[in-house]
């Protein structure tokens, strides 16, 4: 994948790179009903679920988000302060004061080694193989939309420095470097077609093991290799922002999560006027004007000369 300059203009680019922030919390606030719960019961409960409206086991209010949204605002926010580049420490210390912050959720992995950090003010985790949760990635789209515009070595290398905070392991910086790069192939403005050819298909050959030509990934975990087969089944299978949320969530398991990962390649790849009017009204307003926010200003750093 390559990460060469822009043949967008900045207004365009802008706004995709704030669908793909809004896209990540309206697949939040949209899987977060539907999160540990089998397809069946989905279908029982809501036939098909497609309307943002709270509950779930968290019982959030409708239009709100989980920690895969606020912990990506922490992380943006750390890397803002650090004028644009992504150091393992800052990383550290904003999630941790949004751990003392008492988030509605967060995951085993990422609660383990920050209490490891406070003990240690090591911000780097051990390596493990049991840590191939979908942590890092969900949380990626900020170095996503810092780093555009740079070589992909230099993206890969952001990407790690926030990854191995919490999930230091192979399968996790795999998927979570190709997320970065792939939102940033469709921030370019690289269409679905493009997106596949220059980064899911490239990464598919590199690491078969996420492949998304296997039977439908129903219910999937939060293991980082389900989580992205269900991601790339759903991208691929749909032809719209809406669609491609609809389907990802109705699989249930870890909804929020697939829905907020497919939320920010869908939202990069299809853009602000994708998004569907009714989900960007029921989102919280303080979340929607945080995230485009935040999106406006990571990527004007990373545009600055
Ligand atoms: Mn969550
Ligand atoms: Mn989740």
Known sequence: MRTSSSSI??????GRAEAAYLGLALGDALGATVEFMMPREIRGQFGVHKEIRGGGWLRLKPGSVTDDTTMSLALGEAILVDGGRVEPLSCAHAFDAWMRAKPVDIGNTVRRNLVAFRRSGDPVAPPSEHDAGNGAAMRVLPVALATLGQDEHDVRVAVRAQSHVT????DSDAATEFLALAVQEG??????RGVYRRGIQPFIERHPVFTHRSRRRENPSGWVIETIQAVLQSLLATDSFENCLIDVVNRGGDADTTGAIAGMLAGAIYGRDALPVRWV???DP???EACATQARRLVSLSLAP
């Open 9 to 14: 203009p900045a207004a365009e680019l802008i």
């Open 167 to 170: 999930h230091n392991n192979p």
């Open 187 to 192: 921030l370019r403005g690289g269409k679905l």
């Open 281 to 283: 009204k029921a989102l």
């Open 286 to 288: 303080k979340m929607r």
